[in-house]
């Protein structure tokens, strides 16, 4: 029985608690008014089906279908170098960032996995994560830019920025990295042929271009539960204010 009883002085049993509350708080609320929740689920989900989904669905597709059967060291030859000596990555992630820069997340972040699989170096793979966790062209230029902002000009210069930021965290992460932490030795993609390559790569870009939709699906439920409280509405509101939003 003692395993059911609340642990006090346990920061995990805090953190796990915390989270329990808000989730149950979420679904009170929900509760309270579903058809407006109901109807922020939909927006989310239309915006996902009109806007997002034709952008990163042929993208996860054919880079998947790029990872399974093309040789990647011909792709990513000249990045290899630069990537070792400015940023202290290993050569196989040059084809990682070059993918997550055009596909996007989730791309990078499955990649990551399937080269660091048997990595027991958690900050390594942290690290790797956190560089590759980064926002494809078309959907930042598409999406953004054309469907949110309504200006591509300003699409591009927010692009830059991010992929900008994700270079200044691989340089100043990589001043602390030693050399000898940049290998993984025989590490590498499974890129050899195989007659369910195609088969494998649409149910791969189908799971992950869900999830994208089901994350804004509930991200959007969760923004307009936060505007529901005078506090954080009232904070956020005089805030975006007082910087001229």
Known sequence: M?????????KKSDKSLIITLIIMVIIIMFIINPQKYSKSVLNG??????????????????TKLLTSLVNIDLLTHFLRRP????????PQFAYIMFISMISGYPIGANLVGELCARDKDKNRVTRLAAVSS???????????GGAMLGNKNAALLLYAAHISAALLFAFISGLFVKNKNIYYGNG??????????????????????????????????????????????????????????
């Open 188 to 245: 590498n993609f499974n890129n050899n042929f195989s007659d369910n390559a195609l088969s494998q790569s649409v149910y791969s870009a189908v799971v992950s271009v869900l999830s994208v939709g089901v994350l804004i699906a509930v991200f959007y439920m969760l923004t307009d539960m936060l505007s529901a409280l005078p506090l954080l509405e009232g904070f956020f509101g005089n805030l975006f204010g007082y910087c001229g939003i």
């Open 83 to 90: 990537l070792k000596k400015v940023f202290k990555l290993p």
């Open 2 to 10: 003692d395993k059911y009883i609340y642990n006090f002085n346990n």
């Open 134 to 144: 980064t926002s494809g062209i078309i959907f930042v230029t598409g999406t953004i």
């Open 45 to 62: 989900i239309t915006l996902f089906a009109l806007n997002v989904l034709p952008s990163l669905l042929p993208f996860f597709f054919l």
